[in-house]
């Protein structure tokens, strides 16, 4: 019987291993697009090895790709968690929710100039009865929102603002009112929460709004 003998893996494929388990201990969202760019990076080469074309030139179109898909699937999924936090908060009786909004940002290839338009998550808003605030239902309600927030906040490393907002008391002034700012460091990321008064929410309700911000531009 022939020994077998131990499979090579292209020297391209085992820096990709090498990369992606380097960043094990980092956020997936906060390095995804530097991760895409790797993997591309490697994948391209090493099929160019394996049809013996040029391994410089693919693994440059290999990143290209990986680095656009990777700033993109960050941003896609942001949009699809908001979306499913705004859909376990409106569970609460009489719970009402905005669509989710999202802003576009050029995203540039440092390589090859190229620019193409993401959508970002950018803000949501959900009305919570102020009956069902306390209950169990308004508290994981609660608990969803300012779970995505503290993620959104970690995985972009930026800050994110959580308001938390209630109609005046009776003879109260008319005008938005700051009674309390709370900040939350996650990560390298900080929630900024704001508990305000303001005559323009419905007097039976606590609105929840969780914003983000955006650049127009950024290079990857």
Same mark, same amino acid.
């Given at each position: 019987m022939k020994k077998l003998s131990a499979m090579r893996l292209p020297t391209a494929l085992v820096a990709v291993v *090498?990369?992606?388990n380097g960043c094990a201990n980092m956020d997936d969202?906060?390095?995804s697009a530097g991760i895409g760019a790797a993997v591309g990076c490697a994948a391209g080469a090493a099929l160019a090895k394996l049809t013996k074309n040029d391994a410089g030139t693919a693994c440059l179109a290999g990143a290209v790709?990986?680095? *656009?898909?990777?700033?993109?699937?960050?941003?896609? @999924? !942001?949009?699809?968690?908001?979306?499913?936090?705004? +859909?376990?908060?409106?569970? =609460?009786?009489?719970?009402?929710?905005?669509? =989710?909004?999202?802003?576009?940002?050029?995203?540039? +290839?440092?390589?090859?100039g190229k620019t193409e338009t993401v959508r970002?998550?950018?803000?949501? @808003?959900? +009305?919570?009865? *102020?009956?069902q605030v306390d209950k169990p239902e308004g508290k994981a309600a609660m608990q969803k929102l300012n779970d995505y927030a503290r993620k959104l906040a970690? !995985?972009?490393? !930026? !800050? =994110?603002e959580m308001?938390? =907002?209630?109609?005046?008391?009776?003879?109260?002034?008319?005008?938005?009112v700051d009674s309390q700012v709370l900040t939350e460091e996650v990560g390298k990321g900080v929630v900024r929460r704001r508990v305000l008064s303001d005559p323009r929410v419905p007097a039976n309700v606590q609105r929840v709004t969780i914003e983000a911000s955006n650049p127009n531009r950024i290079s990857v």
């Open positions: *090498l990369a992606v969202k906060t390095t790709v990986g680095g *656009l898909i990777g700033y993109q699937r960050a941003r896609s @999924s !942001e949009i699809q968690e908001a979306q499913a936090a705004a +859909d376990e908060a409106v569970k =609460v009786s009489g719970a009402k929710a905005t669509p =989710v909004q999202t802003q576009p940002v050029h995203v540039t +290839d440092k390589q090859t970002a998550f950018k803000t949501f @808003s959900v +009305d919570i009865p *102020l009956s970690r !995985e972009r490393e !930026e !800050e =994110v308001n938390i =907002v209630t109609a005046p008391g009776k003879g109260a002034r008319a005008t938005q």
